[in-house]
């Protein structure tokens, strides 16, 4: 059973078959956020205060923190934010960035066990990335593209996360930790980006046996009634073997489609997490719902 | 690619693989529905009349219609509700009894091709059952529990399910004609009964070849927040493999689950019907939401 253990100065998260769905709050990204961007930039971390805290209480069970700023310096920027982050909440983080100064920056600050987000199948990453990976002993983000870019052939994405986990393990780093995104195209642009995910996803955890993640919000992009699409997105995803997302947890559709895949996934014990959620007032007699064919269903059953 | 074809006077619904999700209209049936039972002996269909017009107009793709009354005709009032049915809206209907009277006398009045709710794995109900499907040239719902009662082993119901169909070509009957219903258990009593049905979904479109449907709200008996659940029941149940679902059309969340399942299953094309139904206003900048993941995703696609 694949778990990949994250954890806090004070606090450990398990990514895993038999755990709930990991949320991952995004929230914390200057990306296309040009305030927060202007912001973290001159120092000013109010919004990333705000947003650390939100998504906690939201139920983010771990937070994603990125500092990608045009002509700033990153990698202070990056290890600023993680040392406030970290004094203020108390669930892991993952470590995003795409410059490797950046990554050793934060990873020298970070207090516990982080994600670090992420290596892709080019060898140059590889060859950075990895090793840090390995010195820190934590656990790493593999995104499915190499040099030719993204394959649209989801055998091919496939075969990138394999060289990846191999090339980990050549690194001396576990399958266990290294949490593959299989990488979710805009269904609005290809109508076979859910199948595809979905069977990648089923690959990804009966083949190679790693975890997954992915940027959830990816799969609406351009299409109306995102909330709704995102979320049923998660929990057929969860069904097909997904086990964290890099999502908006203040999003409620969204975390209630996490919260109904734990439920019917069978990794929330006696619906406690689900019924604490969302407990009627007493009055309300739950079986008086649902038709006459649930009725029938029942004595059927007896 | 396995098509089970239904149809009305006029109307023809196909359920199948690569078809978008049937939503068959539950709430013709007078079973815990006191009301409509004592209007429907008494010869008042206005009940029925409103509830067949709204659930078609709501999205149901199909109608099933169930006259099970205590200590009624119920062969003559459910020949006459499917005739009334029938004289309002165009979509086909699912002929529900467990009496084979009735059924005979809803076959004996039925313009089209009918699905017949429904036969189980006893042999009484194959002896008396199988034979009218034969007759009338019409689909059948195969109920996967037999004289035992329903198993809570998910292989001992797929057994099941294998005999009818087995029966079923005995009697010159297609498998495409037999839609398998695996019985859906409660999750708060059961907490595997989610993964249970994936997993048999599975193998009834993987090794049967057979589509498949079920009560839908059965799976939330007893718990919070019902309908949520119900809807992310049948994305990822659609994500496994059901291909129809007895349910309430006229739950909003329920019939969204339905058609974010078609768009994520690849069975929308262009997402066609969720952006018809879902349009936004055109000032609303759909790229602007979503956050910097998806745009860092975008950029690295490039």
């Known amino acids: 059973m694949t778990r990949t253990i994250l954890s806090s100065a004070t606090k450990e998260v398990v990514i895993g078959f038999d755990q709930p769905f990991c949320v991952i709050g995004e929230r914390i990204n200057p990306t296309g956020r040009k305030k927060l961007a202007a912001e973290m930039k001159e120092g ?5 205060e705000a947003d650390a ?3 906690v209480a939201a139920g983010a069970a771990m937070l994603d923190v990125n500092a990608g700023i045009p002509l700033a310096d990153e990698p202070r920027i990056l290890a600023e934010t993680i040392q406030l982050v970290q004094s203020l909440v108390d669930v892991p983080l993952s470590i995003d960035s795409s410059i490797i100064e950046a990554l050793e920056a934060g990873l020298g600050v970070y207090k516990g066990r982080p994600l670090v987000n992420s290596v892709t199948g080019e060898d140059e990453s590889l060859e950075r990335v990895l090793p840090l990976i390995k010195k820190y002993d934590c656990a790493v983000v593999a995104i499915s593209n ?3 870019g993204i394959s649209e052939d989801p055998d091919v994405r496939f075969e990138v996360a394999k060289k990846i986990v191999e090339r980990a393990h050549d690194h001396g780093i576990k399958p266990c930790d290294v949490v593959v995104d299989p990488l979710v195209m805009p269904i609005g642009a290809m109508g076979t980006a859910g199948r595809q995910v979905f069977a990648l996803l089923n690959r990804l955890r009966t083949e190679l046996k790693v975890n997954s993640t992915c940027g959830l919000s990816n799969i609406s992009f351009g299409v ?3 909330r709704a699409l995102n979320a049923h997105f998660l929990s057929m995803a969860a069904a097909a073997g997904l086990t964290s997302a890099i999502m908006n947890p203040l999003h409620a559709e969204d975390m209630s489609g996490a919260m109904a895949a ?3 996934n069978g990794v929330d014990a006696n619906c406690s997490r689900w019924i604490k959620k969302f407990r009627e007032p007493a009055v309300v007699d739950a079986g008086a719902e649902g038709g ?8 059927r059953a007896r």
């Open 224 to 226: 109306p009634n995102r």
């Open 44 to 48: 000013n971390y109010a919004t990333v």
């Open 292 to 299: 006459g064919r649930e009725g029938r269903r029942r004595r």
């Open 262 to 264: 734990n439920v019917l």
């Open 53 to 55: 805290i939100a998504q």
């Open 146 to 148: 190499d040099e030719t």
